[in-house]
């Protein structure tokens, strides 16, 4: 099995600075594609931003600029660097990863089980 442990959610004030980790563990053979996703009440989850193995990053519209994803491939560890934090990025932040296990054919998608950002105005 795969397990993913998010950490570092928590109460900000706007325009403060927040940082999310993420550490994969279990039976990993690689990971290919590592993510966030944030899902805030009434709305669906999306994609906040995604960083390949080789360092390809993408970013939601509203985040570009303030927030930075990087990733630790030897700690299988996805980091999400969130600065100039405003009201509307209070949500329940979900860790992503796409996984290749040992000893396992094909790719599975995993999930952290969520940590709450809450930014106060």
């Known amino acids: 099995q795969v397990q993913l442990v998010e950490s570092g959610g928590g109460l900000v004030q706007a325009g403060g600075s927040l940082r999310l980790s993420c550490a994969a563990s279990?039976?990993?053979?690689?990971?290919?594609?590592m993510g966030w996703y944030r899902q805030a009440p009434g709305n669906k989850r999306e994609l906040v931003a995604g960083?390949?193995?080789?360092?390809?990053?993408n970013y939601a519209d509203s985040v570009k600029g303030r927030f930075t994803i990087s990733r630790d491939n030897a700690k299988n560890t996805v980091y999400l660097q969130m600065n100039s934090l405003k009201p509307e990025d209070t949500a329940v932040y979900y860790c992503?990863?796409?996984?290749?296990?040992?000893?396992?054919?094909?790719?599975?998608?995993?999930w952290g089980q969520g940590t709450q950002v809450t930014v106060s105005s």
């Open positions: 279990g039976s990993i053979f690689s990971i290919s594609l």
């Open positions: 992503n990863a796409m996984v290749v296990r040992t000893a396992t054919p094909g790719v599975l998608t995993y």
């Open positions: 960083i390949t193995s080789g360092g390809n990053t």
